[in-house]
């Protein structure tokens, strides 16, 4: 896979320099444009066709959820990934019936934004080698869907993100439903 092209969109210039710093440091994603408010955003969107974008809630002239919900009715797909400060309940699920999977609240490190973009490429090389196949069976749509129960469970308390990643992977591979006893003998962990 190449390169994963990269929009960021944040008002504040010193938080954009230091967002870019962080993304151009991830050896598989590179910077095509910042924007600093939600109308360049869009601009760049349509002109730059980024994979993704790094998007603030907060900007000067509409709102990071505005500039989704234009993206969305105008059939764009491209993945995004929340940078903002805005932590209240009514703007995460907002972002995420627009289609946010990853969610990052500043301020954050950059092996944060680094697991974000991690999961983003799997999740682009995951649909990538299904292509268009049409319809999809029960077990593959399942496995789609999981991602993000596997993000979210990811941040139980003393859950690592790689092991919670090989249960999937697992789960995914049984193709049928597998009990907990089950699935911790195949793994050699403790079915808790």
Do not use: W
């Amino acid at each position: 896979m190449n390169r994963l092209r990269t929009l960021i969109v944040e008002d504040d210039f010193a938080v954009a320099h230091v967002t870019r710093g962080f993304v151009e440091r991830h050896p598989h994603y590179e910077v095509v444009g910042v924007a600093p408010t939600g109308a360049e955003a869009l601009r760049a969107l349509s002109e730059q066709r980024p994979d993704v974008m790094l998007l603030d809630v907060y900007l000067p002239d509409m709102s990071g959820i505005d500039v989704l919900r234009r993206l969305r009715t105008a059939g764009g797909h491209v993945e995004v990934i929340a940078v903002t400060a805005a932590r209240d309940l009514e703007t995460v699920r907002r972002a995420r019936a627009h289609g946010v999977h990853h969610y990052v609240v500043k301020p954050f490190p950059m092996q944060t934004l680094h697991e974000r973009l991690d999961d983003v490429r799997r999740t682009l090389a995951r649909d990538a080698e299904l292509g268009d196949t049409g319809e999809l069976d029960q077990v593959t749509v399942d496995a789609l869907m999981r991602r993000d129960a596997v993000a979210l469970a990811g941040q139980r308390k003393g859950v690592s993100r790689a092991t919670l990643q090989r249960v999937a992977d697992t789960m995914g591979r049984h193709g049928q439903s597998v009990s907990a006893s089950e699935l911790a003998e195949t793994l050699g962990m403790s079915r808790v």
